[in-house]
């Protein structure tokens, strides 16, 4: 007679059926380590985003309420608790180890050019995003948005998750402060050639300590990495009082000093919550304004989870053979969703991050990784001093190593196809040098039409999406002179 499994063994047994855990070669306790890596990554955007939504809107009015300053404590929780429930809903509904917040970029959009135009307040801002995001879901329960994906040739998406890894590690270099704008050249090494402060040291440590566990081959080496990092950031912070980065003190902490200070505990202020005009906008500037600007932030969002979710899944090795992930129309309805909600809390567009790829490089490999995540950011609702206490220089060394182990995919790319390696390397450059997912995405998909279309029979082999796609970037990058010929 065999004996009943333990509650706890059976309880184990269902998460691991449902989220295919052994399947995809993981472990509940890899999920939970890699979760735990894409919010340290992620958790800046708790303090950045609050930062970039702190200017008052043409009013003068700042988002949260009141005209007396920003109110970032509305803000931060705002972020957190739609990126902790959108973060859930994409490990729930799609199963993959992507996770969202408040989307860089996006923010920066609404903050310094939706609100600022004349009678534009935050509610009507968000107006536009709410729509930006319905618009998008239409196109994914329409299935056209997936049929877009599927239109991509296969090493165009490698290209694309290439880029995507440069483009992170620079993003990590930069948030460092490793490298850093420059009189006479875009960029250079720390201050004046030369790497400053303690700082810097954090990221250096903890970026090989990262490397040399992994050539260890020891478990949870991201992880270790960024929790020893940050220790060390909080003894040093101590000792010698580094204070924040300005002109005064080029060595200083970038975004955040790891150091806490009041309670650990608060309770959090929804205010953002509901503000927002659906149609506000279009009654402010004109249907006209209104459709571009929609259109601007819909492309962005469009193609930056398309990108995104290629480069994840090629980590974590979740693609098939044609490079499309497991549940596609699932993993781009939550997106859609997150959206549309983050313009409905009032605190920005949410999307898909690529410091999600971070957590697959722990080991991360179902949506039990993002659901981690999620709850991460459900608690920094209450602790957000202690998830602000992570330093940029700390969690970064994860966003370079990670870029080093997308870049590893450069290979699968035939180099010696002029038609698909010149899309493929202006795609590649493109990301880190504009900043960009998006630009990357449309210089490389343009070049691939119109390089195909003077091959003998090349342009009937393109599919009939990537011609659209391709004219659509071509308005895309003329946006400005067309806004102003429409107002002229």
């Known amino acids: 007679m065999s004996t009943p499994a333990p509650a706890r063994t059976q309880s184990l047994s269902r998460i691991d059926r449902y989220f295919r855990i052994s399947e995809r070669g993981s472990t509940i306790g890899q999920e939970i380590r890699g979760g735990i890596v894409t919010f340290?990554?992620?958790?800046?955007?708790?303090?950045?985003?609050?930062?970039?939504?702190?200017?008052?809107?043409?009013?003068?009015?700042?988002?949260?309420?009141?005209?007396?300053?920003?109110?970032?404590?509305?803000?931060?929780?705002?972020?957190?608790?739609?990126?902790?429930?959108?973060?859930?809903?994409?490990?729930a509904a799609a199963n993959f180890p992507l996770a969202l917040a408040a989307g860089l970029g996006l923010n920066a959009v609404v903050a310094y050019t939706l609100v600022g135009l004349p009678g534009m307040t935050w509610a009507d801002a968000m107006g536009i995003v709410v729509v930006e995001g319905l618009i998008i879901l239409v196109l994914v329960l329409s299935g056209l948005r997936e049929a877009v994906f599927r239109a991509?040739?296969?090493?165009?998406?490698?290209?694309?998750?290439?880029?995507?890894?440069?483009?992170?590690?620079?993003?990590?270099?930069?948030?460092?402060?490793?490298?850093?704008?420059?009189?006479?050249?875009?960029?250079?090494?720390?201050?004046?050639?030369?790497?400053?402060?303690?700082?810097?040291?954090?990221?250096i440590v903890g970026l090989f300590l990262i490397l040399v566990l992994m050539v260890k081959k020891v478990r949870g080496a991201i992880l270790i990495g960024v929790v020893a990092a940050t220790l060390l950031a909080g003894v040093i912070e101590a000792i010698a009082q580094v204070g924040p980065i300005s002109d005064d003190n080029v060595g200083g902490w970038g975004l955040t000093v790891p150091a806490i200070e009041g309670p650990l505990f608060t309770v959090p202020e929804l205010s953002t919550l509901g503000q927002f005009s659906l149609f506000g906008a279009f009654g402010k500037i004109g249907a006209v304004a209104a459709i571009l600007l929609i259109f601007s932030l819909m492309l962005a969002d469009f193609f930056d989870t398309m990108g995104t979710m290629v480069a994840v899944g090629a980590e974590g090795k979740l693609l098939d053979e044609q490079g499309n992930p497991p549940r596609t129309r699932a993993i781009l309805v939550v997106d859609s969703v997150a959206a549309a909600a983050g313009g409905a809390a009032g605190v920005s567009s949410n999307t898909s991050y690529i410091e999600s790829a971070a957590g697959v490089g722990e080991g991360g490999r179902t949506g039990l990784t993002s659901i981690v995540t999620g709850i991460a950011f459900l608690l920094s609702v209450f602790l957000a001093p202690l998830a602000q206490f992570v330093p940029y220089e700390a969690a970064t060394p994860a966003l370079v190593v990670v870029g080093f182990l997308m870049m590893q995919q450069v290979t699968d790319i035939d180099w010696r196809d002029v038609g698909i390696a010149v899309p493929a390397f202006l795609t590649i450059i493109l990301m880190p040098f504009t900043y960009s997912i998006t630009v990357g995405i449309g210089a490389g998909f343009i070049a691939y039409v119109v390089l195909s279309a003077v091959r003998k029979g090349g342009a009937r082999q393109v599919h009939w999406l990537m011609w659209v796609v391709a004219a659509l970037f071509v308005v895309y990058f003329a946006l400005g002179p067309i806004q102003q010929a429409l107002e002229v």
Not at 41 to 53: A, E, F, Q
Not at 66 to 82: C, E, M
Not at 178 to 199: C, K, M, N, Y
């Open 40 to 91: 340290f990554t992620m958790s800046y955007i708790l303090v950045l985003n609050p930062l970039i939504l702190s200017t008052p809107d043409s009013t003068g009015a700042y988002l949260g309420g009141g005209t007396d300053g920003p109110n970032f404590a509305a803000v931060a929780a705002g972020t957190a608790l739609v990126a902790g429930l959108m973060s859930i809903l994409m490990g």
């Open 152 to 203: 991509v040739p296969r090493q165009l998406k490698v290209a694309i998750s290439v880029g995507i890894g440069l483009f992170i590690a620079l993003v990590g270099l930069v948030n460092a402060g490793i490298v850093r704008a420059a009189e006479g050249t875009p960029l250079q090494l720390g201050f004046d050639g030369s790497i400053v402060g303690w700082p810097a040291v954090v990221f």
